[in-house]
Nanobody, 120 residues
């Protein structure tokens, strides 16, 4: 049974920073990638950032240069460092993993989410 638990969300003013964490337990079978996603009120879920088995990364254009995804050596904890926050970053943030592509919307395992609110 794989479980993902996110933390680190909260309220921040525009221009501020937050660091999200996602702790994974259970055996995912060593997936190709993991990802952070977000869903704002009334909108669909979008992928924010992906990190692959070789530590390569990929970002949505809206966060490129401001957000950084990372994972610990064991691959059990996923991070999202969010700098220069904007009100449009306000959303529920989720991490995801899978035995293969945890960076896709089709990922099998999801956390419960952590809420990020950015005020102007």
């Amino acid at each position: 049974q794989v479980q993902l638990v996110e933390s680190g969300g909260g309220s921040e003013q525009a221009g501020g920073s937050l660091r999200l964490s996602c702790v994974a337990s259970g055996d995912t079978g060593g997936g190709i990638c993991m990802g952070w996603f977000r869903q704002a009120a009334g909108k669909g879920r979008e992928r924010v950032a992906s990190i692959y088995y070789d530590d390569s990364t990929n970002y949505a254009d809206s966060v490129k240069g401001r957000f950084t995804i990372a994972k610990d050596n064991a691959g059990n904890t996923l991070y999202l460092q969010m700098n220069s926050l904007k009100p449009q970053d306000t959303a529920m943030y989720y991490c995801a993993t899978d035995s293969r592509y945890g960076c896709r919307q089709s990922a099998r395992y999801w956390g419960q989410g952590t809420k990020v609110t950015v005020s102007s």
